[in-house]
């Protein structure tokens, strides 16, 4: 396919699961959010168990000239408001070298970027690639400890720790985001063992604690999964308050 404004060398398809033009969650400003399909966590609490297939047949390919036809209809709202792209999932990492070349693109275009990850994925030269083009890291830390982290993703943890470990040596700013799970991920010791992890990473400028929601239990209805949290609560205010004044206590710059 020849980029119809010359973007490509080589233009890369993603698999997509949805995209949101006027995002203003998933980093700062208004951005363009870009939802890949394929996941290889199986998080209890996710909310988009839709976007866990990589080959799954809602899934739309698109090229990346085609996205960033569309992406820079926005260049306005971004400069506007300090926004840019944010690629999200899913997992972007098992899209490696979409990842990389969307974001290669977007520099090219000035816009700052965004990548929402766990971590979880191998280290190469699509990833490098991907990294040194990326602005903000938005790290979904799940946990600290080895065991409630396979209890929460199904999968072990030393993979989003050595991702972590790698963002730390090339200094890439990242913003840590925790889901407050109760029952789950509310732990008072284990809360302390995230909270003193997350200060040796000393690139990570900003801490998010997201309080757990239902909002996402009807996907997990409609696709006739098991759902194991249906009846779990939300955490209340205070307790996500609690949890804010404990990581602050660490120094940590939390939201």
């Not at 006739?224 to 120094?251: I, S």
Request: glycine residues 8%; proline residues 5%.
């Amino acid at each position: 396919m020849q980029p119809k404004s010359g973007w490509m060398m080589k233009d890369i398809a993603g698999k997509i699961h949805s995209i949101e033009t006027c995002g203003t969650v998933d980093g700062p400003g208004i951005r363009y959010v870009i939802f890949t399909q394929g996941c290889p966590l199986r998080c209890l609490y996710c909310h988009n168990p839709d976007t866990w297939k990589l080959n799954s047949k809602s899934a739309i390919e698109k090229p990346v000239s085609q996205l960033m036809e569309d992406i820079v209809k926005y260049k306005s709202y971004f400069k506007f408001s300090g926004g840019g792209v944010t690629l999200t999932g899913g997992e972007p990492l098992l899209q490696e070298e979409f990842a990389a070349a969307l974001f290669e693109q977007c520099k090219k275009e000035g816009l700052h970027t965004c990548l929402d990850t766990s971590g979880h994925g191998e280290i190469n030269n699509a990833t490098e690639r991907l990294l040194a083009n990326t602005d903000l890291i938005l790290l979904d830390i799940k946990s600290a400890t080895p065991d409630t982290f396979k209890k929460v993703t199904g999968l072990p943890i030393d993979t989003t720790l050595e991702f972590a470990r790698y963002l730390l040596e090339q200094n890439i700013e990242a913003w840590a985001r925790f889901v407050l799970v109760p029952g789950l991920t509310d732990d008072e010791d284990e809360l302390h063992t995230l909270a003193s992890y997350l200060t040796t990473l000393k690139n990570v400028t900003r801490v998010g604690v997201l309080p757990f929601h239902q909002l996402g239990a009807y996907k997990w209805q409609d696709m006739k999964m098991r759902y194991q949290l249906a009846d779990t609560p939300e955490p209340t205010p205070a307790q996500t308050a609690r949890v804010k004044e404990l990581f602050r206590g660490y120094g940590l710059s939390v939201k």
